[in-house]
């Protein structure tokens, strides 16, 4: 035998043991690792462990005044509940959350559009954007008590400032990022104005929409939660924040505990079921993201 082809035997013999190592090593996950792998399941345990860590706490500072343990504030969290005090006041804060974010976000689609399709409109853009965003939107509330009064349209006001240069912003910034092979395929068709900014931009930039709109989402409900805490009271009712301020005043912390872990589920509900649900049904179904 050549020495060529005594290497390549001995070459042969060495690769025999390596596929077999690769073969043992591809192992099915077990039951534990399935499980694990699923993101859901893991944020439910951190929330089961941060609730196991408030109980511990509370019972351990034993002062119901200074903090509640998690057991009271949810019996009073589901009395609360029952006799329609809080299901109340979610309705009056979210009526006015929808208001406001949904006309900040129309405002904020209207502009972007006017910035991408005119010089003169994306001048305006970056210029009240640079003024108006790092503006903190509670700053505004005693202007919108002048101007609106006490109610509603001031919360909406201000709301709007919340939602609206966020949501512009990452718009504008995703439209900037789209490919120009994209938008060659929109001029070849023809396409121009608003018919261009629907069927090329905004799908090539859906993601950053949707990570502008999860930020004006976040920006808006804690605007108004902080806004309810200064005036809350619209039509003699007040939403969530003033939930929390009148129960201060009362003294009844657990019930103060109760209205803010409603604003934290209210949170995790439109973050995990409604912003995920979108995110699932177009980014992901469109493979531009993993």
């Known amino acids: 035998m050549s020495a060529p082809q005594i290497l390549l035997a001995e070459d042969s013999a060495n690769a025999r043991p390596a596929y077999g190592n690769i073969a043992a090593i591809e192992q099915k996950l077990g ?38 343990t998690l057991a009271d504030t949810l019996v009073t969290l589901v009395d609360r509940f029952a006799d329609g005090t809080l299901p109340a006041r979610i309705w009056t804060t979210l009526k006015i959350l929808l208001m406001g974010y949904a006309a900040g976000t129309i405002l904020a689609a209207i ?42 349209s001031s919360l909406v006001f201000v709301l709007v400032h919340s939602a609206l240069w966020a949501v512009a912003l990452n718009t504008h910034s995703g439209f900037l990022g789209v ?25 090539a930039a859906f993601p950053s929409i949707l990570t502008g709109l999860k930020i004006g989402w ?14 809350g009271v619209s039509s003699g009712q007040g939403g ?34 409604v912003f ?15």
């Open 111 to 152: 502009l972007t559009v006017l910035a991408i399709n005119t010089r003169i409109g994306t001048d305006f853009l970056e210029t009240m954007t640079a003024m108006f965003n790092p503006l903190p939107a509670i700053s505004l509330l005693p202007l919108a008590l002048i101007w609106f009064g006490l109610g509603a």
């Open 179 to 203: 490919s120009r092979t994209l938008r060659m395929v929109g001029a070849n068709y023809g396409l121009s104005g608003l018919s261009y900014v629907v069927r090329i931009l905004i799908p």
């Open 240 to 273: 969530l924040g003033w939930f929390i301020f009148e129960n201060r005043n009362l003294l009844d912390i657990p019930a103060v505990f109760a209205g803010l872990l409603t604003v934290i589920v209210i949170g995790l509900v439109v973050e995990n079921l």
């Open 276 to 290: 995920q649900t979108i995110e699932r049904n177009t980014i992901q179904k469109w493979g531009m993201k993993e």
């Open 31 to 68: 039951p534990v690792e399935l499980i694990w792998g699923i993101g859901a399941i893991r944020k439910a345990l951190l929330i089961i462990v941060l609730a196991l860590l408030w109980q511990v706490y509370a019972t351990y500072l034993d002062n119901p005044l200074l903090f509640p």
């Open 218 to 231: 976040a920006f808006a409900w804690r605007t108004l939660i902080a806004a309810e805490l200064v005036f």
